[in-house]
């Protein structure tokens, strides 16, 4: 790296590219970490605070991704007209304060509450992130920085359930949060002392209504599918959640479109390059996302594996991402996106129908061979298609795209647990799972039968997903030239 930044001349306003690609990876690798590194300790923390193992508990991962997902545009709104690195500086602070409070939390309402800070946090560390790596690389290498991006994701994904499990275990459920703090203290002075201002002085003013009626659309609608999952689709509150968001998208839109300066500028879609890559990547995380909510019931309720030996399974699919996306971004950055990412959620759905095909007795060598496969695919597909979905937007809607890019990728998965969840349960897969994994059934055979048909029916629901964001990236319209005006580096 230091050699790549020594060829280039002193002048070059991307000097500072992989200064700010380390900074970044910093908040990315928090944010992410903290995604996956709660849920194994939440038995852990009902136990602590002496509450049933439920609802309420959930609401320690709920808070969060609510929080998140309602604040991700806005907040890529509000880095547009007054700069990345205040926004990125107030995000790791702020995620960096929740994370003290949470390890703090003396009662389980106090912890949600926190969570909820972090939130707030982590969604402005999210939303950014890719719009600085945008800023800071010059087009023929941002391929390449979004892919090796993807690897802190991936790491952190990954590393997220076996760090918690160790730390749960060796030390406290508080030092999961507490870890946070002195990564995010050390971010805050580097980003502070090193990275050059790009505060903003700008006409355009910030719609409040707007982000107030997008944030509770989001809110209701990531609460909705949560909480549906846990009471049922068809109870009052999941309703109530459900006509809740659409009454406040419905509004939302019709405000948008009469302001003068909207949270969301919808005429970045007439953009065909960017509306293709914008439906690619929820289509993409509603096909992939799937996979970690089925594949633990399989392994544990069908096969009876131990709760180690998932996690371990497991991880195939994230360390092929890690692996490949950095590959796949540098080849976007050669040869275009197009092609790149309608092969990959090609391979992805071929994975996915692959994975519909395992069976009771199945080696974990197949299952392992499948999974990559999958993985593959994804990181294929994920490299160039936000390069694709980023490079499209102007430089002055990069924080908006950046933080559509991260609303997208909250809504795919979202939507893929209660599709995912939902079909898996209709064709009585959760009914089956839940009596052979506590050997209350009266026929084991059958019950097996049941939850295989509802396991595959799923996957390849999941694999239609696929073939749809497939078809969307195959659609997408001409890619302009790499050596297209440089963005305002940060």
Same mark, same amino acid.
């Given at each position: 790296?230091?050699?790549? =930044?020594?060829?280039?001349? !002193?002048?070059?306003?991307?000097? =500072? +590219?992989?200064?700010?690609?380390?900074?970044?990876?910093?908040?990315?690798? #928090?944010?992410?970490?903290? $995604?996956?590194?709660?849920?194994?300790?939440?038995?852990?923390?009902?136990?602590?605070? &002496?509450?049933?193992?439920?609802? !309420?508990?959930?609401?320690?991962?709920?808070?969060?991704?609510?929080?998140?997902?309602?604040?991700?545009?806005?907040?890529?709104?509000?880095?547009?007209?007054?700069?990345?690195?205040?926004?990125?500086?107030?995000?790791?602070?702020?995620?960096?304060?929740?994370? #003290?409070?949470?390890?703090?939390?003396?009662?389980?309402?106090?912890?949600?509450?926190?969570?909820?800070?972090?939130?707030?946090?982590?969604?402005?560390?999210?939303?950014?992130?890719?719009?600085? %790596?945008?800023?800071? @690389?010059?087009?023929?290498? +941002?391929?390449?920085?979004?892919?090796?991006?993807?690897?802190?994701?991936?790491?952190?994904?990954?590393?997220?359930?076996? %760090?918690?499990?160790?730390?749960v275990e060796h030390v406290s459920w508080r030092y999961i949060f507490y870890l946070n703090v002195p990564i995010g203290v050390l971010g805050l002075i580097?980003?502070?002392?090193?990275?050059?201002?790009?505060?903003?002085?700008?006409?355009?003013?910030?719609?409040?209504?707007?982000?107030?009626?997008?944030?509770?659309?989001?809110?209701?609608?990531?609460? &909705?599918?949560?909480?549906?999952?846990?009471?049922?689709?068809?109870?009052? *509150?999941?309703?109530?959640?459900?006509?809740?968001?659409?009454?406040?998208?419905?509004?939302?839109?019709?405000?948008?479109?009469?302001?003068?300066?909207? *949270?969301?500028?919808?005429?970045? @879609?007439?953009?065909?390059?960017?509306? $293709?890559?914008?439906?690619?990547?929820?289509?993409?995380?509603?096909?992939?996302?799937?996979?970690?909510?089925?594949?633990?019931?399989?392994?544990?309720? %069908?096969?009876?594996?131990?709760?180690?030996?998932?996690?371990?399974?497991?991880?195939?699919?994230?360390?092929?991402?890690?692996?490949?996306?950095?590959?796949?971004? !540098?080849?976007?950055? +050669?040869?275009?996106?197009?092609?790149?990412?309608?092969?990959? #959620?090609?391979?992805?759905?071929?994975?996915?129908?692959?994975?519909?095909?395992?069976?009771?007795?199945?080696?974990? %060598?197949?299952?392992?061979?499948?999974? #990559?496969?999958?993985?593959?695919?994804? !990181?294929?597909?994920?490299?160039? =298609?936000?390069?694709?979905?980023?490079?499209?937007?102007?430089?002055?809607?990069?924080?908006?795209?950046?933080?559509?890019?991260?609303?997208?990728? *909250?809504? &795919?998965?979202?939507?893929s647990v209660a599709f995912t969840g939902a079909a898996f349960a209709a064709f009585g897969g959760a009914t089956a799972g839940l009596a052979l994994m506590?050997?209350?059934?009266? =026929?084991?055979? *059958?019950?097996?039968?049941?939850?295989?048909?509802?396991?595959? $029916?799923?996957?390849?629901?999941?694999?239609?997903?696929?073939?749809?964001?497939?078809?969307?990236?195959?659609?997408?319209?001409?890619?302009?030239?790499?050596?297209?005006?440089?963005?305002?580096?940060?």
């Open positions: 790296m230091d050699a790549l =930044n020594r060829s280039l001349p !002193a002048s070059d306003p991307y000097s =500072n +590219r992989w200064l700010v690609f380390a900074l970044v990876g910093v908040g990315v690798f #928090m944010a992410t970490l903290d $995604s996956s590194i709660v849920n194994v300790s939440l038995p852990t923390i009902a136990h602590y605070f &002496g509450a049933p193992l439920g609802a !309420a508990v959930e609401w320690v991962v709920i808070a969060y991704l609510v929080t998140v997902a309602a604040l991700l545009l806005s907040i890529g709104r509000v880095a547009d007209l007054v700069g990345k690195k205040p926004v990125w500086m107030t995000g790791l602070a702020i995620f960096t304060l929740g994370s #003290m409070v949470c390890g703090a939390a003396p009662s389980l309402p106090l912890l949600i509450a926190a969570r909820v800070l972090q939130g707030i946090g982590g969604a402005s560390l999210m939303a950014i992130s890719p719009a600085m %790596l945008t800023s800071a @690389f010059p087009p023929e290498q +941002r391929g390449r920085a979004i892919g090796l991006n993807a690897v802190t994701v991936a790491v952190g994904v990954s590393a997220g359930p076996t %760090l918690g499990g160790l730390i580097a980003t502070f002392r090193l990275l050059p201002s790009d505060t903003r002085r700008v006409s355009s003013r910030f719609d409040p209504i707007g982000a107030v009626l997008l944030a509770l659309a989001l809110a209701s609608l990531t609460a &909705g599918i949560s909480l549906g999952q846990e009471l049922g689709f068809t109870k009052p *509150v999941p309703l109530a959640l459900d006509v809740m968001c659409l009454i406040a998208a419905v509004l939302f839109v019709f405000h948008e479109r009469r302001h003068p300066h909207p *949270v969301v500028d919808f005429s970045l @879609f007439r953009n065909r390059l960017f509306a $293709s890559a914008s439906s690619s990547q929820v289509l993409s995380f509603l096909a992939s996302f799937g996979i970690s909510l089925l594949m633990p019931f399989y392994f544990e309720q %069908l096969r009876g594996f131990g709760t180690q030996e998932t996690g371990l399974l497991l991880t195939p699919f994230p360390v092929t991402i890690a692996m490949v996306a950095p590959i796949s971004g !540098a080849l976007a950055d +050669r040869i275009g996106t197009r092609w790149l990412a309608v092969t990959g #959620m090609s391979l992805l759905c071929g994975g996915l129908l692959l994975m519909s095909g395992l069976g009771a007795a199945s080696s974990k %060598l197949d299952i392992v061979l499948r999974l #990559m496969m999958a993985g593959f695919g994804q !990181a294929l597909f994920q490299s160039p =298609n936000n390069s694709a979905l980023l490079g499209s937007a102007p430089p002055n809607r990069q924080g908006l795209a950046s933080g559509l890019l991260a609303t997208g990728r *909250v809504i &795919g998965q979202s939507l506590t050997h209350t059934s009266t =026929n084991e055979a *059958v019950e097996r039968g049941i939850f295989l048909h509802a396991f595959s $029916s799923a996957m390849q629901l999941l694999a239609a997903f696929a073939a749809l964001a497939a078809l969307t990236s195959l659609v997408r319209g001409r890619e302009r030239a790499r050596a297209a005006q440089p963005l305002a580096p940060i």
